[in-house]
């Protein structure tokens, strides 16, 4: 990283679908680990689990396996009742293209306004889910296909 890039730790979970970021973030024990298992299992590729850096980049935001990490935790996953195990890994910074906040299912909208999160005064775009239902995966998936470029200036 050089001077010129802020960066921002942050508590979640970071994965990659066709060079695409997503950033799962939520409270500890939330499901961001179990759901980012089903992704993978779906076909995408692990930038980090448990704390992810986020960098501005002149592009927009960026997602990183934390320098600060010890390197043997890079492409491992927590598995609940199983440990830390192996998962595929995304090389280099990730463009940051969705959050997803992951709530109770009694606090997703059923039709959501336009939401952002903001990180080093970039907003980007971010949906609501519920980690443990079904279909969970597949509306990341749908989030993501559906709002490529989505990184605007925060005011």
Request: with cysteine; charged share 25%.
């Amino acid at each position: 990283m050089s001077a010129s890039e802020p960066h921002q730790l942050v508590s979640g979970t970071a994965l990659s679908l066709d060079g695409r970021g997503v950033l799962l973030v939520g409270p500890t024990g939330c499901g961001k680990s179990d759901l980012a298992l089903r992704l993978i299992e779906a076909g995408w590729r692990l930038v980090s689990d448990d704390v992810v850096e986020v960098r501005r980049h002149e592009d927009g935001l960026q997602l990183v396996f934390p320098g600060a990490a010890p390197i043997e935790l890079k492409g491992r996953i927590e598995a609940f009742g199983l440990g830390i195990v192996k998962a595929p890994v995304a090389e280099g910074p990730i463009p940051l293209t969705l959050v997803v906040r992951l709530v109770e299912a009694e606090k997703v909208q059923r039709m959501p306004d336009l939401a952002q999160e903001t990180y080093l005064g970039l907003a980007v775009r971010r949906v609501d889910l519920a980690p443990f239902e079904a279909s969970s995966a597949a509306k990341v998936r749908l989030a993501l296909d559906h709002g490529e470029g989505d990184i605007i200036p925060a005011p």
